[in-house]
């Protein structure tokens, strides 16, 4: 068993990802994230890694996409309005097939917003980001414990669907300090970067990189090639934590820290007889569909708890297809939903139930 | 029988898709002879820019990364700093390297970033069909500057090379043009030296080569490189801007 320390989510994820084998961090300083540059700064020239504190976001994401394509595991890391500047790289990154994993700690938007926590960029990491067709891997830890074991896995994801992977959390997340264990758990078999930037040594026939296909039937064949295999993370990646669904004729749903908060509620209305239980996906993209879809029959109502003006809940609407009603409650501009918000959202749609 | 003359190894056996007249055929000849002389094709690793050269990843045996349009030196960087043992270089036009890639650029360059630029200037847009680029001449006609272009409302074109020349990080920087034999013998040696000043671990090096495009401009071949001369050179003087190569 490894040794429980007491560690901040922004750090606990940096820390992750050295132990997983990342080398190379390149980033710019932006709230509140800044703690993962910091941590880096320190840490890498220790493990003969790079920290590169690049002039923007822009470049940095343009690192990792060099980085990544010479093959080695990249981070980035940043919060919303970094993130829109990332998304010319990351569109790249898709359209190159490289993997790399991106980091944000969510604040509120739009433009520059606030520097409280947000969900409000689910939209874009789920259906947008970048130019083209392709979708990132991302993956919403809700403890500081799960930021370690999801960004070891996201290393992996990523090198074993060759996709950018992002680690989606909000401020609250990164500051909050838990004990925790650096166990990273079982780890996949990955495939040879036998296609990276090496230089070829003179041995082999060059290794291009590029995302620039000009004959559309060529370029169309590439697209459908990728989407197979964004088909068959569908399938098999799909995460999504239960909790008290049971015997639940109410369902909640809710990612990340809005998750937590989501729990402490569902413990209240049980007292008062409304048997609730949750639903948290762990997996942004691919959407647990099948997680809804099971208790579609089962459960009179659905209600759908985020820090936005409701994204999530799009998903899920898809997901039940108007088999059972879905309801939003949201906080926004980094304000927090509170229980006791969440349960008299709850109680009013029981009420009008009966 | 004696063979005086051949490809370059280091150049892929394929045809190029310049215009007729076009430089960049010259330049991509000139890398590939400096890959092959400093037997530095296989410890070689390419970014290809955005531009008419966007296609210049299937032009050199080496291993090769395609850019976004300005990003190539901070792809570079990135794969410098994965192999720093491995030669790293770019290869971009005006557009991508002195307008929307500038502070890439001009970063590479202060964090004497061990990597080599080959900068083509030609003083226009090319793949997009002749536009204004930041290297565009006072009075230079393009399709966006039709009237000429009035520096009182277009601004004033920019010399990269003396820009760099300022950053401490940058190693060795020289501007060249590819009008003339001598010019072309000089333009060689000068990116011979920029690698070579990259094997050497002294940090940032930059070749501009003032460059034609007759096709853009609407002039023969020779009338091109007739206007480089006349009006490229004086504006863009040729020479060594910054050389730190010899100081221990």
Same mark, same amino acid.
């Given at each position: 068993?490894?040794?429980?320390?007491?560690?901040?989510?922004?750090?606990?994820?940096?820390?992750?990802?050295?132990?997983?084998?990342?080398?190379?961090?390149?980033?710019?300083?932006?709230?509140?994230?800044?703690?993962?540059?910091?941590?880096?700064?320190?840490?890498?020239?220790?493990?003969?890694?790079?920290?590169?504190?690049?002039?923007?976001?822009?470049?940095?994401?343009?690192?990792?996409?060099?980085?990544?394509?010479?093959?080695?595991?990249?981070?980035?890391?940043?919060?919303?309005?970094?993130?829109?500047?990332?998304?010319?790289?990351?569109?790249?990154?898709?359209?190159?097939?490289?993997?790399?994993?991106?980091?944000? *700690?969510?604040?509120?938007?739009?433009?520059? /917003?606030?520097?409280?926590?947000?969900?409000?960029?689910?939209?874009?990491?789920?259906?947008?980001?970048?130019?083209?067709?392709?979708?990132?891997?991302?993956?919403?830890?809700?403890?500081?414990? $799960?930021?370690?074991?999801?960004?070891?896995?996201?290393?992996?994801?990523?090198?074993?669907?060759?996709?950018?992977?992002?680690?989606?959390?909000? /401020?609250?997340?990164?500051?909050?300090?838990?004990?925790?264990?650096?166990?990273?758990?079982?780890?996949?078999?990955?495939? $040879?970067?036998?296609?990276?930037?090496?230089?070829?040594?003179?041995?082999?026939?060059?290794? *291009?990189?590029?995302?620039?296909?000009?004959?559309?039937?060529?370029?169309?064949?590439?697209?459908?090639?990728?989407?197979?295999?964004?088909?068959?993370?569908?399938?098999?990646?799909?995460?999504?934590?239960?909790?008290?669904?049971?015997?639940?004729?109410?369902?909640?749903?809710?990612?990340?820290?809005?998750?937590?908060?989501?729990?402490?509620?569902?413990?209240?209305?049980?007292?008062?007889? *409304?048997?609730?239980?949750?639903?948290?996906?762990?997996?942004?993209?691919?959407?647990?569909?099948?997680?809804?879809?099971?208790?579609?029959?089962?459960?009179?109502?659905?209600?759908?708890?985020?820090?936005?003006?409701?994204?999530?809940?799009?998903?899920?609407?898809?997901?039940?297809?108007?088999?059972?009603?879905?309801?939003?409650?949201?906080?926004?501009?980094?304000?927090?939903?509170?229980?006791?918000?969440?349960?008299?959202?709850?109680?009013?749609?029981?009420?009008?139930?009966? | 029988?004696?063979?005086?003359?051949?490809?370059?190894?280091?150049?892929?056996?394929?045809?190029?898709?310049?215009?007729?007249?076009?430089?960049?055929?010259?330049?991509?000849?000139?890398?590939?002879?400096?890959?092959?002389?400093?037997?530095?094709?296989?410890?070689?690793?390419?970014?290809?820019?955005?531009?008419?050269?966007?296609?210049?990843?299937?032009?050199?045996?080496?291993?090769?990364?395609?850019?976004?349009?300005?990003?190539?030196?901070?792809?570079?960087?990135?794969?410098?700093?994965?192999?720093?043992?491995?030669?790293?270089?770019?290869?971009?036009?005006?557009?991508?390297?002195?307008?929307?890639?500038?502070?890439?650029?001009?970063?590479?360059?202060?964090?004497?970033?061990?990597?080599?630029?080959?900068?083509?200037?030609?003083?226009?847009?090319?793949?997009?069909?002749?536009?204004?680029?930041?290297?565009?001449?006072?009075?230079?006609?393009?399709?966006?500057?039709?009237?000429?272009?009035?520096?009182?409302?277009?601004?004033?074109?920019?010399?990269?090379?003396?820009?760099?020349?300022?950053?401490?990080?940058?190693?060795?920087?020289?501007?060249?043009?590819?009008?003339?034999?001598?010019?072309?013998?000089?333009?060689?040696?000068?990116?011979?030296?920029?690698?070579?000043?990259?094997?050497?671990?002294?940090?940032?090096?930059?070749?501009?080569?003032?460059?034609?495009?007759?096709?853009?401009?609407?002039?023969?071949?020779?009338?091109?490189?007739?206007?480089?001369?006349?009006?490229?050179?004086?504006?863009?003087?040729?020479?060594?801007?910054?050389?730190?190569?010899?100081?221990?």
């Amino acid at each position: 068993m490894a040794e429980k320390v007491l560690v901040k989510g922004n750090e606990a994820l940096a820390e992750a990802a050295i132990l997983s084998g990342c080398r190379h961090y390149f980033g710019y300083p932006i709230t509140p994230q800044t703690e993962i540059a910091a941590y880096m700064a320190k840490r890498m020239p220790k493990v003969g890694g790079v920290f590169l504190q690049a002039e923007s976001e822009v470049a940095a994401a343009n690192m990792v996409f060099g980085a990544a394509g010479a093959g080695a595991r990249a981070l980035t890391s940043s919060s919303s309005p970094g993130i829109s500047l990332k998304a010319e790289a990351l569109s790249y990154i898709a359209g190159c097939d490289l993997p790399c994993v991106v980091v944000n *700690i969510v604040r509120a938007g739009p433009g520059l /917003g606030g520097i409280q926590p947000a969900q409000s960029d689910y939209y874009q990491a789920t259906k947008g980001h970048g130019h083209g067709d392709y979708q990132m891997i991302v993956l919403a830890p809700s403890s500081v414990q $799960e930021i370690i074991h999801l960004t070891a896995d996201a290393f992996d994801l990523a090198d074993l669907y060759r996709m950018p992977v992002m680690i989606m959390g909000d /401020g609250m997340l990164g500051q909050m300090m838990e004990p925790v264990e650096f166990d990273l758990g079982e780890r996949r078999k990955l495939p $040879e970067k036998d296609w990276a930037t090496t230089g070829t040594d003179m041995k082999r026939k060059h290794n *291009i990189i590029n995302s620039l296909i000009m004959n559309p039937d060529d370029l169309e064949a590439c697209v459908r090639a990728r989407y197979e295999r964004y088909e068959q993370i569908k399938a098999t990646e799909a995460r999504a934590e239960e909790y008290m669904m049971d015997d639940a004729e109410y369902m909640i749903t809710a990612y990340g820290t809005t998750a937590r908060i989501a729990k402490n509620a569902i413990v209240e209305l049980r007292k008062k007889g *409304i048997k609730v239980g949750l639903i948290r996906p762990i997996t942004l993209w691919p959407f647990p569909e099948a997680a809804y879809k099971k208790y579609a029959d089962k459960v009179s109502a659905i209600l759908s708890v985020e820090m936005s003006m409701g994204q999530m809940v799009d998903d899920v609407r898809l997901a039940v297809n108007d088999k059972v009603p879905v309801h939003f409650y949201g906080r926004t501009g980094g304000n927090i939903p509170y229980p006791d918000e969440i349960i008299k959202a709850m109680e009013e749609i029981a009420g009008g139930d009966k | 029988m004696q063979q005086v003359f051949k490809k370059p190894n280091a150049l892929c056996d394929v045809n190029l898709h310049y215009c007729p007249g076009c430089t960049h055929g010259i330049v991509h000849r000139l890398v590939a002879e400096v890959l092959d002389e400093l037997g530095i094709e296989g410890k070689a690793i390419g970014v290809a820019p955005v531009g008419c050269s966007v296609f210049a990843y299937d032009y050199w045996e080496c291993d090769m990364q395609q850019a976004a349009h300005g990003r190539a030196p901070a792809v570079a960087t990135g794969i410098k700093r994965v192999h720093p043992d491995k030669v790293v270089f770019t290869y971009q036009g005006d557009g991508d390297l002195a307008s929307i890639g500038t502070a890439e650029t001009v970063h590479a360059a202060m964090r004497g970033e061990n990597i080599t630029i080959i900068f083509i200037n030609n003083a226009i847009y090319g793949m997009t069909g002749g536009q204004m680029a930041p290297t565009s001449l006072p009075g230079q006609v393009t399709q966006t500057s039709p009237y000429g272009r009035d520096p009182k409302t277009q601004g004033y074109p920019v010399r990269m090379s003396e820009m760099l020349a300022q950053t401490d990080g940058a190693a060795y920087i020289e501007r060249v043009a590819v009008d003339c034999v001598k010019n072309v013998n000089n333009a060689k040696k000068a990116i011979k030296k920029a690698f070579q000043t990259q094997l050497d671990g002294k940090g940032f090096s930059l070749v501009e080569v003032l460059s034609t495009c007759p096709t853009n401009w609407g002039k023969s071949p020779i009338e091109a490189l007739d206007w480089l001369r006349e009006n490229m050179i004086p504006y863009y003087p040729l020479g060594v801007k910054k050389d730190k190569t010899t100081e221990e």
